[in-house]
């Protein structure tokens, strides 16, 4: 079974997202929606999710399902606003979502009734078991490495790695979150991703356009494996370990980090508004002797 993929490019965020669906059926599902952001305004907006609405009404798309790879801390989810848009859509991320969770309600402080059971989302996405978005069967593969709570989604012959794996010439994911690691993310590409069939087509979660070369954002497993720049097959454990950690620590947190990621461990939910109508996010302040990990 082959899928037809279609991709989205947030500009801002780098993003791709995906509406992945069965040409015969019409049945689909969507990777990675993004929720357009504005920090400095605080303002949020569906300019990405329309073209992606568009698309799924012109080709009468019955969307099943809302697929997450992970708690995103570069944009905000627009998985409910997608499901207020196709009600009976299903929103979905990786089981350990609630590790991740866990982690930030402390990091926020957030209240006691944030729940960290991931009830939040419709469906936790699971090794042991396949979902299926009507034609479309779903299998998943956890690859935590970037967050602890990566999952990457095998439709088919189509690939959907999230932030554990870019394109050939970038490399791979970022693993200083917390409660990140390049050794995790080592052992997700090399015992998971990468002993899928060489021909699989390996769909990535963002693009950065290095060196100024337009959009790409499809390879195979065959090609991340010999070109893959950061790791491919004749790359060490610790050689790999010792690249990524130099890298991370020459990177800037993303710029949407904060409100982010308080929004998408919360299934894309934006916050209660409070009595005077308007809805808020929360910033720790971060100082020399206190740190965000
Ligand atoms: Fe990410």
Same mark, same amino acid.
């Given at each position: 079974?082959? =899928?037809?993929?279609?991709?989205?490019?947030?500009?801002?965020?780098?993003?791709?997202?995906? @509406?992945?669906?069965?040409?015969?059926?019409?049945?689909?599902?969507?990777?990675?929606?993004?929720?357009?952001?504005?920090?400095?305004?605080?303002?949020?907006?569906?300019?990405?999710?329309?073209?992606? /609405?568009?698309?799924?009404?012109?080709?009468?798309?019955?969307?099943?399902?809302?697929?997450?790879?992970?708690?995103?801390?570069?944009?905000?989810? %627009?998985?409910?606003?997608?499901?207020?848009?196709?009600?009976?859509?299903? /929103?979905?991320?990786?089981?350990?979502?609630?590790? @991740?969770?866990?982690?930030?309600?402390?990091?926020?402080?957030?209240?006691?009734?944030?729940?960290?059971?991931?009830?939040?989302?419709?469906?936790?996405?699971?090794?042991?078991?396949?979902?299926?978005?009507?034609?479309?069967?779903?299998?998943?593969?956890?690859?935590?490495?970037?967050?602890?709570?990566?999952?990457?989604?095998?439709? %088919?012959?189509?690939?959907?790695?999230?932030?554990?794996?870019?394109?050939?010439?970038? %490399?791979?994911?970022?693993?200083?979150?917390?409660?990140?690691?390049?050794?995790?993310?080592?052992?997700?590409?090399?015992?998971? /991703?990468?002993?899928?069939?060489?021909?699989?087509? @390996?769909?990535?979660?963002?693009?950065?356009?290095? %060196?100024?070369?337009?959009?790409?954002?499809?390879?195979?497993? &065959?090609?991340?494996?010999?070109?893959?720049?950061?790791?491919?097959?004749?790359?060490?454990?610790?050689?790999?370990?010792?690249?990524?950690?130099?890298?991370?620590?020459?990177?800037?947190? =993303?710029?949407?980090?904060?409100?982010?990621?308080?929004?998408?461990?919360?299934? &894309?939910?934006?916050?209660?508004?409070?009595?005077?109508?308007?809805?808020?996010?929360?910033?720790?302040?971060?100082?020399?002797?206190?740190?965000?990990?």
């Amino acid at each position: 079974m082959s =899928p037809t993929v279609k991709a989205f490019f947030d500009q801002p965020t780098w993003t791709l997202s995906y @509406v992945v669906y069965d040409a015969e059926t019409r049945d689909a599902l969507v990777i990675d929606p993004v929720m357009n952001y504005e920090p400095a305004s605080s303002k949020v907006s569906t300019h990405s999710l329309q073209q992606l /609405i568009q698309f799924i009404d012109q080709n009468e798309l019955q969307v099943h399902l809302v697929l997450e790879t992970h708690a995103h801390a570069d944009h905000m989810s %627009g998985a409910q606003q997608l499901k207020e848009k196709y009600p009976s859509a299903r /929103i979905g991320v990786g089981k350990k979502i609630t590790e @991740v969770q866990k982690l930030f309600k402390h990091i926020f402080n957030l209240d006691q009734e944030f729940r960290t059971d991931g009830s939040q989302f419709d469906l936790l996405l699971d090794e042991k078991k396949e979902e299926q978005a009507g034609s479309l069967t779903v299998k998943t593969l956890f690859t935590p490495g970037h967050t602890p709570a990566c999952a990457t989604y095998v439709i %088919g012959d189509a690939v959907f790695t999230g932030d554990a794996l870019f394109m050939p010439d970038y %490399g791979t994911g970022r693993c200083d979150f917390p409660a990140g690691s390049a050794e995790d993310l080592y052992f997700s590409l090399v015992d998971k /991703i990468y002993t899928l069939p060489d021909h699989y087509r @390996v769909f990535v979660g963002h693009d950065y356009l290095p %060196g100024g070369r337009e959009l790409s954002y499809e390879s195979t497993i &065959g090609l991340q494996k010999k070109n893959n720049r950061m790791l491919n097959q004749s790359t060490s454990r610790l050689s790999f370990i010792q690249m990524r950690s130099e890298r991370d620590q020459a990177l800037a947190p =993303p710029r949407l980090l904060l409100p982010a990621v308080q929004v998408n461990i919360n299934a &894309g939910h934006l916050p209660e508004p409070e009595e005077n109508g308007i809805a808020y996010l929360k910033l720790p302040i971060i100082t020399e002797k206190r740190r965000f990990k």
